[in-house]
């Protein structure tokens, strides 16, 4: 084992660990152990127990919290850094971020990124390799502002990457845990093959999200599906219902979509309300959920939204159908007008089936008349031209 460098200002007590993800209580305090080096052979048996340990936990959970807990602890008993991390590749922005971090100065690196090459952690990454630096002052990669950002000194650093197959999902770094006698190359070794661990558990943890989102996401235009309304209506009645909120349904129909499809082909169909989908996306607030009900109906949900609120939403979302030139960039301007219909809670209904039942109705009403306008339950179709006028 690795001798400990001097001074114990990194030292961590329990209860000090701050992970880098949105909830904080996913990865609670662990012990921190700070034993002084074991026998070989009582270390042997401690690297087999880990193995059998991350193993276990691979094959009972697809949890990726229980995996990355366990590789919490045993980094921590078994190379005792001062500060260590866990850096994930954001691979559209091509920068690494701090998923979890152990240490003095972990509540520091929770807004900090380092594109890739930069610093020794995205020279890790882009190069896909491990490395040792026992003197950080000589080493040119070095990366100085985020010991600048954490006040503290990094004097030497291991970093490994992250790796499934070919590709580098990030990389762990390890901040002054190496002494006088240089890392120990078994340390290495045992660091490589938690970062291995790693490595599937992020992996397994990502597919089961896609799969996830599959089960709830309509292929054509991304809003989420009919089955995945359902249940977040159910919720949101049992939240407005817990803290007497509004919210409010918005049924939208596509007025004689069938002709869009007998004149340009289904694939432009497709592509025309997948660009509808983006659009209503764009309009909506970050609470807000967008549905694709089923064929060219779409629905929104607008949590803590007045029956007054969403009418005002309606109208806008029909004016902006109306008025928009779709699939342009193809060329085609293709205009369109939309037959709608609101219900809110409680003022309409207070059960999940009347309210749909409402809100479609709603809609059919301005379908199975004049269409191109706005309808809301228990007060019928608005007069054309105050909708016009209220969405300007």
């Known amino acids: 084992m690795p001798s400990r460098e001097q001074g114990q200002e990194g030292k961590i007590l329990k209860g000090q660990v701050e992970p880098r ?10 012990e921190r152990r700070r034993n002084p080096a074991v026998p070989s052979e009582q270390r042997e048996k401690g690297e087999v127990a880990v193995f059998q340990e991350l193993g276990k936990a691979l094959t009972s959970s697809l949890q990726l919290d229980q995996v990355l807990r366990t590789i919490m602890e045993k980094i921590d008993e078994f190379l005792r850094p001062d500060n260590w991390s866990l850096l994930l590749l954001d691979e559209e922005k091509q920068e690494l971020y701090f998923e979890l971090a152990v240490g003095k100065a972990s509540q520091a690196l929770r807004d900090v990124r380092v594109k890739m090459g930069q610093g020794i952690a995205g020279w890790v990454a882009q190069h896909g390799e491990t490395v040792v630096v026992p003197d950080t002052s000589k080493d040119t990669r070095f990366f100085s502002k985020v010991d600048e950002k954490t006040k503290t000194e990094t004097q030497s650093i291991v970093a490994v990457p992250v790796r499934f197959r070919d590709t580098c999902l990030g990389v762990i770094e390890l901040i002054n ?20 661990f790693a490595a599937i558990a992020l992996e397994n943890a990502r597919h089961v999200k896609r799969i996830h989102e ?31 909120y509004e919210f409010s349904l918005v049924f939208i129909d596509l007025d004689y979509f069938k002709q869009v499809n007998d004149t340009h082909g289904h694939l ?47 109208r ?19 205009k369109l007008t939309a037959s709608v219909g609101v219900a809110s809670y409680p003022v309409d209904s207070r059960t999940k ?22 309808a809301a339950a228990n007060m019928g179709i608005l007069p054309h031209s105050a909708a016009a006028e209220s969405a300007g």
């Not at 993800?21 to 662990?30: H, K, L, R």
């Not at 497709?270 to 109906?297: P, T, V």
């Not at 806008?316 to 293709?334: D, F, S, V």
């Not at 409402?358 to 706005?374: F, G, H």
Request: hydrophobic content about 40%; overall charge negative; glycine content about 4%.
């Open 268 to 314: 432009v169909g497709s592509r025309l309300l997948a660009e509808i989908g983006e659009a209503m996306k764009i309009h909506c607030r970050l609470i807000d959920f967008a549905f694709r009900y089923g064929g060219d109906e779409f629905v929104l949900l607008l949590p803590q939204t007045s029956k007054e609120n969403a009418l005002n939403v309606a």
């Open 21 to 30: 993800v949105e909830d904080v209580n996913q990865f609670p305090a662990v």
């Open 316 to 334: 806008r979302l029909h004016k902006l159908i109306r008025e928009t030139k779709w699939l342009a960039p193809e060329g085609l301007n293709i």
């Open 353 to 374: 089936e009347s309210l749909l039942h409402l809100a479609d109705e709603a809609m059919y009403l301005v379908k199975n008349t004049n269409r191109d306008s706005v």
């Open 177 to 196: 845990c190496i002494g006088p006698e240089g890392f120990d190359p078994r340390d290495l070794k045992l660091l490589e093959a938690l970062s291995d």
């Open 214 to 244: 599959l089960t709830i996401t309509d292929d054509c235009t991304s809003l989420y599906n009919a089955r995945h309304m359902s249940n977040i209506l159910e919720t949101e009645i049992y939240r407005s219902q817990r803290y007497n």
